[in-house]
């Protein structure tokens, strides 16, 4: 069993490393991830500059590749060029910090898996929600350990993936796991505009929490009540009820 591990917090993250562990239990692990902390990073891709990679040791003394680019990057260059033979599963991860709601288009986590799917190979990505210094990783990596094996027995279809959130609480505190659809959250709309020491202004985006929308079914909610959630996501973001609706709108020919 081979796995190529990767993630949005940089190769040198905690979570990587209590997800390597868990994982080198069932096969092969091989990492490469961003040499910094690459969250929000989107499905980002890096054409315009050369990606260089280095081998890199990590807390535990084992080794890992780390990249320049971004988490897509990451996979894109292992795929198609640095691993000898191709990984049974790509595993993002484990980040600090929910993917939940449109995070799924913000999150480098997420998009690192995608890269995955898009490139063929069954993936998943998993978060523990929470961005707390001593957010507790295990029960995320005996979670992931889990659901790999499922996938490895189930497969997953082509063009999708999994994006896992896992509760920041203790193992025993965890209420089960829900299998979700995609949530919402409200993400607050303030901008901070300051003045730089030249006079000039800038902008700071972010800083609030998002507030979370919680209806049943989603993994906004899962999470909200300590459930594992895993939802499946698909590659195609066709919106299938407004292909009949354009096409009444009388755009013409050209
Ligand atoms: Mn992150």
């Known amino acids: 069993m081979r796995f190529l591990l990767t993630n949005d917090d940089g190769v040198q993250a905690e979570g990587l490393l209590v997800l390597a562990k868990a994982l080198r239990s069932m096969g ?5 991830a961003p040499d910094r902390p690459r969250s929000a990073s989107g499905h980002s ?4 500059k050369p990606l260089r990679v280095t081998r890199v040791r990590l807390a535990d003394g084992s080794t890992a590749l780390a990249s320049n680019g971004t988490p897509s990057d990451c996979v894109a260059l292992a795929l198609r060029s640095l691993l000898d033979e191709r990984p049974d ?6 980040n600090r910090g929910p993917n939940l709601g449109m995070d799924l288009t913000y999150s480098g986590t997420v998009s690192a898996a995608m890269e995955g799917a898009i490139l063929g190979v069954p993936a998943f990505a998993i978060s523990v929600a929470s961005y707390a210094e001593d957010a507790p990783f295990e029960p995320a990596a005996r979670f ?3 659901l790999a094996s499922e996938i490895l027995l189930h ?10 959130n896992v509760p920041a609480v203790p193992e025993e505190a965890i209420a089960g796991i829900q ?5 919402r959250r409200h993400y607050p709309e303030t901008v901070v505009k300051r003045t730089d020491p030249f006079g000039r202004a800038y902008y700071w985006l972010g800083g609030d929490p998002p507030e979370d929308v919680l209806e049943e079914g989603t993994d906004v909610k899962a999470i909200a009540e300590n459930y594992i ?10 919106c299938y009820p407004l292909i009949p609706e354009l096409s009444r709108w009388g755009l013409g020919p050209r």
């Open 28 to 32: 092969e692990v091989q990492i490469v």
């Open 45 to 48: 891709i890096t054409l315009h």
């Open 89 to 94: 599963l790509v595993v993002s991860g484990i």
């Open 144 to 146: 992931a350990r889990r």
């Open 155 to 164: 497969g997953i279809p082509p063009q999708s993936l999994l994006n896992v």
């Open 179 to 183: 299998v979700t659809r995609v949530g």
């Open 229 to 238: 959630a895993i939802t499946p996501v698909h590659l195609d973001l066709t």
